[in-house]
């Protein structure tokens, strides 16, 4: 570029000679330039520098135009200073060069006075230092007008240009420096730039523009790849007046602190790669023309508008877009053409600590392909739609701590896309606004695996089941459990649904979690169940599903908790279900699930606080103990069958009830451990309030009972039966002589107690305030012994005719008719009733009841029937109540067992207290009437084992030879179990009582306990 000093001697005498150096037509060095320092020019006609030739302007030339334009398709070397600019304006503008045209005040300068300067793109060499163009703008034309050309403007002045300063085309380049605009009009300080060319501004200001204090992007394809940083954004803010479009293979970075505003609604399409490199300090901001609190008040109005929705499109990413990152990027005011502040159309793009408001149509928009990492991002005020919205559940692992408040449209991450591919784990931080949404059915298909975090929160955005057909794995905690609840449930998860109290958590607010047949590996884990029941949907349903549930609650379910089709076997352990309606807490299934079911509660469950077997077939082996019973009773929905295949076994605790008249069937084995109670749904003595009518005690009549037929088995020990009748059955019958029935009792039975044609074993059986009779002896000749019978409305024992067997040890006293009634003499031995022929040691007296009249049918001290038992009859074990048998009851120093089925004891023994290391428990024992001498044994099995329990001479040895301690009876002794006790392990604990010196007498209950 020519930077000239010289110039014709010529030119210098003219100059020096008038005030003012008229100038017209064709330029150059040597042919009038150059143009001289000082000198002021009156440009009478239009100017050109031809192509190929250069005309140098030097410091503080003054070119005064009227109506004319400068035409350069050479190289125009502009050489001003910052003391000695050179000017480009107008005739009528006295403030440069005087009074050029000699009128005084009648003129003034203004805008339109004459074109501007147009630089062709054979210009690309000129450059401009420190100059001014002023009142521009005739015919339209801008100060500079720059066709494809890469000039140089640096430190320039544009003043009162009336169609814009700079103007250029798609393909100029210029580097445009610390250049200077103001009182642009009609069109933006710069205008028509193509986006590559904004990386060459640099640095320049705008003020006073009722054009735009800005430079307009008019052509923004991004070519290439290009970089703009805040100093490249005149005024503050780039503006752009087309959609925005950054192509394949193109690459567009945005440095800390670039504003970018649509003059007019657009759009911003990344198909290659946008890179945001703002920072907290520094955001790069896409926003609207009328948004002044970033770059500025770009559209000069002042407060005339307003930032707010819908103002431009927003910014769209396709799959192309997925190298895209944007850090520190603010997204505002978008949402015309329904769009969402930025759209994700199958792109992974990064973004990372952005925030979208004011968005009317939703703030992030995802398709079903994208799967963004999106990391710190916050939403506020986004209308119409949610913060995030489109997502595939898939796609949600990617978010990871953002933030949501005060969206109208809804604070959370909407999942529009809810079935779930391959293996995806979602974590609390992944839940935008606390609560992760959906729009459809959630569906985890076969192969599948969803895993969910603790804390993770879910809620439906409208009635929805969510479907596992593959495996969901619930790793919740117990002060973070995974929810799954209703949209309108703001105790987890927050005011999702951003309506404030207007509705509330209830019942049929969803469907519920459906886990089929795939679903076997499913584990869930401190689950939180809400608000389900559309649908008639139980908060789980499990069709052919074996899955396991620990440690998790059931809230608010319309339709039941947990509901089983009859092949699912889950294990479901610690659960607790409340304000389960409807249906009960759990219901249908199978008999044979219930051993997977352990140690679960209920309360407060309008449906039934229990367990409902729907389907109570058993055709294997099953063993339902106590914990298997939720809430502490089984309730069964048609008859309890027991195959000929199938072995049930009932352990200590259990209650069965039917939830209408059923009966129990065995066909194959029962074995009952007991104590077990049978018993009726009305009955609330017995596993509590099941059917939830407050209190109630049952009555005769309310189901069937219990039938053992032909080719069944079984062991049967410690059964209470209770409230049958219906159907004319009695309590229990037997016609098969593989049942052994022990210490079992029947009671408030409408048709009768035992019915018993066949048993292997009838030993201590209980009848009492039965209907018809007590104890009906159909057939057979097997053996009773030491029963109790009393309260029957009709004959106590009866016997018809093919009974062969014998009567011992039983009482049958206090019944309408006689206490037996059918036998031949000599088959009753040593009991107490009427009705008895012959036979020997028997009696007709009052055995002294406890109290009869509630069913304490134990015998008293002074009872004539302590002792007076059969002699032949060895007895063993523990009676009817726990106590054992063959015992010196009336301290004559003979053993003998008692008439009926409770054997006096005048010895025992009870243990209160935490029985845990480090704590004390008590040891209890009473004795009536007094024995000379108590020794306390503490027994355990030789498979534990346990250190040296050394409380002195108590127990110095628990596995024997015990040492003896003499303690005097009705007296208690702490005892603390020590800290070293490898736990759990049971124990029994009991105490022996002799009479005088002899070296026999009686043994206590046990009482037994667990150290834990």
Known sequence: MLRSSSFLPGLLLVSA????????????????????????????????????QTLTIQAGAILKFQSNLFTVDGTLDVNGTAGSPVIFTSIHDDAAGGDTNGNGNATAPGPDQWYGISLAATAS?????????????????????????????????????????????????????????????????????????????????????????????DAPVVNGSISIVASNCVGGALVYNTNLSVPVGATLTLGPGVVIKPLAPQFLTVDGTL???????????????????????????????????????????????????????????????????????????????????????????????????VARCTFTDVRNRPAIFGADIDAVPGFTSCTATGNPGGNFLRIDDAVVNGSTSIVASNCVGGALVYNTNLQVPAGSTLTLGQGVVMKPLAPQWFGVDGTLLVRGASAQPVVLTSFH???????????????????????????????????????????????????????????????????????????????????????????VRGRPAIFGGSLEALPGFRD????????????????????????????????????????????????????SGVVLKPASAHAIHVDGQLNVVGPVTCTAYADDQYGGDT?????????????????????????????????????????????????????TRVEHGNWGGFALEAAGVAEDLVAWDCGSFGIRLNAGSFALRRCTVAAIRGFGIERLAAFSGQVASTISYGNSNAGFNGFSAGQIRYSNGSGISGGVGNRNVDPLFALPAQGDLRISPYSSCVDAGDPADLGSGLDANGFPRYLDGDLDTAIRVDMGAFEHDNLLFAVFGDPSPGQTVTLFSAALPSIHTVVLILGVGPAFELPLFNYGPLFPNLFGPYVMLNWAPNLSVPIQIPLEVFTPVQISVQSVGFAGAFDRGNTSNPSFLVID
């Not at 100038?23 to 330039?33: E, T, V």
């Not at 814009?164 to 210029?174: E, H, Q």
């Not at 190298?323 to 329904?338: E, K, Y």
């Not at 069937?704 to 069944?712: C, E, K, P, V």
């Open 125 to 217: 060499g000129s450059a401009f230092d420190f100059a001014s163009v002023r009142y521009t703008g005739a015919s339209f034309w801008a100060g500079i007008s720059l066709g494809a050309g890469n000039v140089a403007l640096r430190d320039c002045s544009f003043l009162t240009n009336n169609w814009g300063a700079l103007a250029l085309d798609a393909s100029s380049r210029p580097l445009v420096t610390r250049c200077s605009f103001s009182d642009v009009r009609n069109r933006p300080a710069i205008y028509g730039a193509d986006i590559d060319a904004v990386p060459g501004f640099t640095n320049c200001t705008v003020t006073s523009n009722p054009g735009g204090n800005f430079l307009r992007v």
């Open 600 to 651: 679960n509660t209920a309360s407060g469950c309008p449906g039934g606080s229990f367990h409902r077997v729907d389907d109570p077939t058993c055709d294997q082996a099953v063993t339902i103990a106590a914990a298997n019973c939720l809430n502490g009773a089984l309730v069964y929905n048609a008859n309890l069958i027991v195959r000929p295949t199938g072995v049930l076994s009932l352990l």
């Open 489 to 579: 449930d703001d105790t987890y998860g927050g005011d999702t649904n951003n309506n404030g109290n207007a509705t509330a958590a209830g019942p049929d607010q969803w469907y519920g979690l459906v886990c089929n047949g795939g679903s076997d590996a499913s584990v869930l884990e401190h689950l939180v169940v809400r608000c389900t029941g559309a649908g008639f949907y139980a908060a789980i349903a499990l069709d052919d599903a074996d899955l396991r549930v620990q440690d998790s609650r059931f809230e608010l379910n319309n339709w039941g908790g947990i509901g089983l089709d009859p092949e699912s076997r889950p294990i479901v352990e610690r659960c607790s279900f409340t304000d």
């Open 275 to 373: 890179r945001v490199q703002g920072t907290a300090a520094s955001p790069v901001v896409f926003t609207s023309i009328h948004d002044d609190a970033f770059g500025g008040d770009t559209n000069g109005n002042g407060s005339a508008t307003a930032a707010g929705p819908d103002q431009w499109y927003g910014v769209s990413l396709s799959p192309n877009a997925s190298a895209s990152v944007l850090d520190h990027l603010h997204v505002r005011c978008t949402g015309a053409g329904f769009w969402a502040g930025m759209t994700l159309n199958g792109a992974h793009a990064t973004l990372r600590d952005c925030v979208f408001t004011t968005c009317n149509w939703g703030g992030l928009g995802l398709d079903a392909a994208a799967r963004p990492l």
């Open 691 to 743: 059917n939830n009518n407050g209190p109630s005690s049952g009555g005769p009549d309310q189901w069937y009972g219990i039938a053992f037929r032909a080719g069944s088995s079984g062991f049967v020990d410690q059964l209470l039966v209770r409230f049958t009748g219906v159907g004319f059955t009695p309590a229990i019958s037997c016609v098969s002589p593989n049942v052994a029935l022990r210490r």
């Open 17 to 52: 000679a008038a005030a003012q150096t008229p100038l017209s037509g064709s330029l150059r060095d040597g042919a009038g330039g150059p143009l001289l320092s000082g000198v002021v020019y009156h440009v009478t006609g239009n100017l050109s520098v031809p192509t190929g």
